[in-house]
């Protein structure tokens, strides 16, 4: 029975060192290799290689989303940001809402086409301008949302941002949902917005009273009771209106732009 017990304890350290040495052999050049099987080592070099980098130009940015579009030969990519990646501009450390349109960017992107690198450059500020639809002005954030190209877009306004509609002076609040505007932003603020709206047209009958035909035309009008003087478009055929005659008259953003006599 001792011997019968002394034979299995001895075949089993024999079966205990045959696997210690198997699990600590190393295949030959393993070592050269970085200490990794050649399977597992390609696959992080493959890693590596999946890494991307760029030196372009942003051709547009959406600060609410974090994500840039850039052009690679004939391919447009919309590239999102990582809260985490490192930026600069001019060589000092930025936020990602420091970052405008047409700068010149150093990116890096991970395997998940994630940007993990961002580093801008700019020379001066710039000015530009960008045409869209009107669809909200917050005041709480001082940002104006517009409509380009099926793409919302925002943009910080300055505190002293001038508006203009159908080229005269306006307000904020005299900017509505839809209308047409040409923003001039500089630097990263909106400095000017003007907006255009189709005025109503109006048509007005009455007796034409007197007429200027000098630099600024003008026509007085009497319609029932009232006597209004109007400005009359350059174009208008002023040879044609007859002081002391009745006349239909259109008028468009507060000015005559056709009268038809009677």
């Known amino acids: 029975m001792k011997k019968r017990l002394t034979s299995l304890i001895t075949m089993c350290l024999v079966f205990g060192l045959g696997f210690s040495s198997v699990s600590a052999y190393t295949p030959p050049g393993l070592a050269k290799k970085g200490g990794l099987p050649p399977g597992i080592q390609k696959r992080f070099i493959q890693q590596e ?3 991307k980098e760029y030196q372009t130009t942003i051709k547009d940015i959406d600060t609410k989303e974090r994500r840039i579009v850039i052009e690679d030969g004939t391919a447009i990519l919309s590239l999102f940001v990582s809260n985490k990646a490192k930026i600069e501009l001019n060589n000092k450390s930025a936020k990602f809402e420091d970052i405008r349109k ?3 960017v150093f990116i890096k992107l991970d395997k998940d086409n994630t940007i993990t690198e961002l580093k801008a450059t700019r020379e001066k500020e710039t000015t530009y301008t960008v045409e869209g639809k009107l669809l909200l002005i ?6 104006v949302y517009i409509y380009k190209d099926n793409k919302l877009l925002n943009y910080q306004l300055r505190s002293d941002v001038i508006v203009r ?3 005269e002076k306006g307000k904020i609040d005299d900017l509505i949902q839809g209308m047409e505007l040409k923003l001039t932003i500089e630097g990263d603020k909106v400095k000017l917005i003007e907006g255009s709206k189709d005025e109503e047209t109006r048509k007005l009958e009455g007796k034409i009273i007197a007429k200027d035909d000098g630099r600024k035309p003008l026509i007085v009008i009497q319609i ?3 006597i209004k003087v109007f400005y009359v478009e350059e ?3 002023m040879a044609e209106v007859k002081v002391g005659k009745e006349a239909v008259i259109y008028i468009q953003d507060n000015k005559v732009i056709d009268i038809k006599m009677k």
């Open 49 to 51: 290689k999946d890494t």
């Open 102 to 104: 047409n700068d010149e």
């Open 235 to 237: 174009d208008v055929n």
């Open 138 to 143: 917050s005041k709480d954030q001082n940002q």
């Open 224 to 226: 029932d009771n009232d």
């Open 165 to 167: 509609i159908n080229g």
